[in-house]
């Protein structure tokens, strides 16, 4: 029964929007613009699982840390894979901190870790994805 749970959790995760709220997507203007390279992204790692009803399930885990001085309450970033010849082969939306949560404070980090709703294509290179962030509440 703890396996079957397990697996309609993850079939819930994998099958929820992505983006805040009813849809909403932070916004990603010049002042978000100037403030993301105050986000770092340090890789973790990545694992591979399926669930009973034979669906697969990439994990994606890290850190993210707020370098800057301000508090950042909504964080929407893009997992980019990449095949040999460094050509994109996915693009993955996520959210990474969620509005409705604690926000991420100066000097914070903070562990993460996400599921990717799509399988990774055979051209894949088996690398850490490239981390874009798409999207970012300041406060």
């Known amino acids: 029964m703890l396996i079957l749970a397990a697996g309609l959790v993850l079939l819930s995760r994998a099958t929820r929007p992505h983006g805040p709220g009813a849809g909403e997507k932070p916004p990603f203007g010049p002042t978000e613009q ?18 009973l009803l034979n669906q697969e ?4 885990a ?4 707020n370098g800057g001085t301000r508090k950042v309450r909504a964080l929407n970033v893009t997992f980019e894979f990449h095949d040999p010849f460094k050509q994109v082969v996915l693009r993955d939306p996520q959210i990474l901190i969620d509005p409705a949560g604690q926000p ?5 980090s903070r562990a993460f ?7 990774l294509p055979s051209e894949w ?14 406060e």
């Open 104 to 108: 991420l404070g100066p000097g914070q």
């Open 34 to 51: 100037n403030y993301a390279p105050q986000i770092h992204f340090q890789s973790g790692e990545m694992s591979q699982s399926s669930n």
């Open 125 to 138: 290179n088996r690398e850490y994805p490239l981390i874009r962030i798409t999207g970012m509440i300041l």
């Open 113 to 119: 870790q996400v599921t990717l709703g799509a399988h």
């Open 62 to 65: 890290g850190t993210v840390a």
């Open 57 to 60: 399930f990439t994990y994606v």
